[in-house]
C-alpha cells in the first residue's frame, strides 16, 4: 500500500471514530464498582445502585408502550381540583384511589408530609372526604408496624414560588425530535404556570451544560432554545454529575425554596463522580427534594425511584413523548395544591410508612414512602379517659415497644411528657399530667427498664396537639409523648 493510500485509510478510522465518540461513554463504570461506592449500611441506599448501559446510546425513534399501559390525560377537574400523573404507586385496582406522598419535613416533634390529591390515574383527581378522611396510618419496619393515632390533614393552596433546577437529558438514545419535544414541553409548562418560579435549565449527556436561569418565561425560551434539540449533546448519559450540578445552581440562592426536577431515558455511564450517596446527601443537607422522571423501557428506574425516595421527591415513570407537557404540568401543580398531613410517630426506627383513606365519593384511598426513621419524638398510641392517669391492659402493648427499643439500643435515655386538655384548673392539669407519665414509666420499669435512663416531665394543659374545641380532640389532647436523648 503506498502511503498516501495508507494516509487516507487512516484519516478514514479517526474520522469514523470522531463520528461514533459522541455515543460512547468516557469512563465506562462496572457494578461492582458502583456497589463498592455506596456503603452496606444504608439499606435505602442500595436502592441507587444501577447496571450499566451498552457503551453505545442507540437512537429508536419509536415510542414503545408497555402492553395495557394508560396514557396521561389532559387535567380534569373534580370537585375543584385539577392534575393527572403516574407516579411509583401506580398499581392501583379500578375501585381504588391512590394519594402520592412527597416532600416530608420534620421538626423535633412532627412530621409534615404533603399528600396529593386522591386520584384514579386517568387524569382525575378528587378531594378527601371531610370526617375522617384517613382512616388507617401505618409506621412500618422489618420487625413491626405502629399505627398513628394522632394527626390533622389540611387542604393548602400555596403560591409562593420556587427556584426549580430543570435537568433534561440529552444523551443519543433521547434523538434529536424528542430532544426538540422536551425543550417545547418545559417552556409550555413554565410558560402555563399559575405561579412564576425561578427556573434554572441543565442539559446534559456525558458533559454538563448550565443553559441559564430566569423567572421570565420569554427570558426561559431563549434559553431552553439556545441549542436546538440535540444540537451539540447526543453522547451518552451522566447523571450524577448532572444532579450534582443542579445542586450546586440552587445552594446559593436561599431566598427561594428549591427543587430538582431530573428527566433521563437512560442508565448512568459516562460520570465523572461516582459518589452518587455522597451527591445524594449534599441534596438531603440542602433539604432539596428531586423529581425524577424515567422515559421509556431503557431508563434506570431503580436508580430514578432511589433518588426521588432518599430526597424526599416523587418518580414519574412515562412512555409516549406526548405526555412531556401534561407530566410537567402537573408536577408544577403538586407543588401549590396538596394536603398538608402532621402527625406524631408512634415508633422510633421505621423504614416505610403506609396510608389508607376515604375520598369524598367513598372510594377508599391508599399511598405508601419509603422513609428512615430519626431519633424523635413520638406519641405513645393511647389516650386517657377524663380525669383518669391509670393505664388499661390494652396501652402496656404500646409501652412494652418502647421497653424493647431502649433494650436495643443502651445508649438512648428517654424523656416521657403527660398532656391532658382544658377541662380543670391550671393546676391540677399540672399534677394530673405528671401523673400520667409516672403510670408509664412505672410500666416501663416493670418491663425491665432501669428506672435511671427515665426522666418524667408534666405538661398539664399547656401544649394541646389540636385545639381543645371537641370531645374528640380533647381525648387526642390527653396524651403521652416520648422523646429519645443519648446517655
Avoid at 243 to 249: C, N, P
Avoid at 454 to 467: A, H, L, S
Wanted: glycine content about 6%; aromatic content about 10%; proline content about 3%.
Amino acid at each position: 500500500m503506498s502511503k498516501i493510500a495508507k494516509y487516507i485509510f487512516l484519516l478514514l478510522i479517526i474520522n469514523t471514530f470522531n463520528s461514533c465518540s459522541l455515543l460512547l461513554p468516557r469512563n465506562i463504570i462496572t457494578p461492582n464498582k458502583t456497589n463498592e461506592s455506596i456503603s452496606s449500611d444504608d439499606k435505602n441506599l442500595q436502592k441507587l445502585n444501577f447496571k450499566t448501559r451498552p457503551s453505545i446510546e442507540p437512537f429508536d425513534p419509536i415510542d414503545h408502550l408497555p402492553s395495557g399501559y394508560s396514557k396521561l390525560s389532559s387535567p380534569k377537574i373534580i370537585a375543584n381540583t385539577v392534575t393527572s400523573l403516574k407516579t411509583e404507586t401506580q398499581s392501583v385496582s379500578k375501585k381504588e384511589y391512590n394519594t402520592a406522598p412527597h416532600y416530608i419535613t420534620k421538626n423535633k416533634k412532627e412530621i409534615s408530609i404533603r399528600l396529593s390529591y386522591p386520584t384514579d390515574w386517568k387524569g382525575n383527581y378528587y378531594k378527601f372526604r371531610k370526617s375522617l378522611p384517613l382512616t388507617k396510618i401505618e409506621m412500618i419496619n422489618d420487625k413491626d408496624t405502629c399505627y398513628i393515632a394522632k394527626y390533622t390533614l389540611k387542604e393548602v393552596t400555596d403560591k409562593k414560588p420556587y427556584h426549580i433546577s430543570i435537568v433534561l437529558d440529552h444523551s443519543g438514545s433521547m434523538g434529536h425530535d424528542r430532544c426538540l419535544e422536551l425543550q417545547d414541553a418545559v417552556s409550555l409548562a413554565v410558560k402555563e404556570s399559575e405561579v412564576k418560579n425561578k427556573i434554572s435549565v441543565i442539559k446534559f449527556d456525558s458533559e454538563i451544560s448550565f443553559e441559564g436561569k430566569s423567572f421570565d418565561s420569554a427570558e426561559i425560551q431563549k434559553v431552553l432554545y439556545k441549542k436546538l434539540g440535540m444540537q451539540g449533546f447526543g453522547g451518552s448519559t451522566s447523571i450524577y454529575d448532572a444532579l450534582d450540578m443542579s445542586l450546586d445552581s440552587l445552594k446559593m440562592d436561599t431566598a427561594f425554596r428549591p427543587l430538582v426536577i431530573l428527566f433521563s431515558d437512560g442508565y448512568e455511564n459516562s460520570s465523572r463522580s461516582q459518589d452518587i450517596k455522597g451527591i445524594v446527601a449534599k441534596a438531603k443537607a440542602l433539604n432539596v427534594p428531586v423529581f425524577t422522571i424515567a422515559f421509556g423501557g431503557g431508563a434506570d428506574e431503580n436508580l430514578l425511584r432511589g433518588i426521588a425516595n432518599e430526597t424526599n421527591g416523587l418518580f414519574f415513570s412515562i412512555y409516549d413523548r406526548s405526555e412531556f407537557k401534561d407530566l410537567l404540568n402537573n408536577e408544577l401543580f403538586l407543588l401549590n395544591h396538596y394536603y398538608e398531613l402532621r402527625l406524631l410517630p408512634c415508633s422510633f426506627d421505621y423504614d416505610k410508612i403506609r396510608f389508607e383513606g376515604i375520598a369524598e365519593d367513598g372510594i377508599k384511598v391508599t399511598g405508601e414512602k419509603l422513609m428512615k426513621g430519626l431519633k424523635e419524638t413520638v406519641a405513645l398510641n393511647l389516650n386517657f379517659d377524663f380525669d383518669k392517669f391509670n393505664l388499661v391492659a390494652k396501652n402496656l402493648e404500646e409501652v412494652k415497644k418502647v421497653a424493647s427499643y431502649l433494650k436495643n439500643n443502651l445508649d438512648q435515655n428517654i424523656i416521657i411528657t403527660g398532656h391532658t386538655d382544658n377541662a380543670g384548673t391550671v393546676e391540677y392539669n399540672m399534677d394530673l399530667s405528671i401523673k400520667r407519665a409516672e403510670s408509664v414509666k412505672r410500666a416501663l420499669i416493670n418491663f425491665g427498664i432501669d428506672q435511671k435512663r427515665i426522666q418524667v416531665i408534666g405538661r398539664g394543659e399547656t401544649v394541646p396537639y389540636v385545639p381543645n374545641d371537641s370531645e374528640e380532640n380533647r381525648l387526642r389532647n390527653r396524651r403521652i409523648e416520648i422523646e429519645l436523648i443519648k446517655r
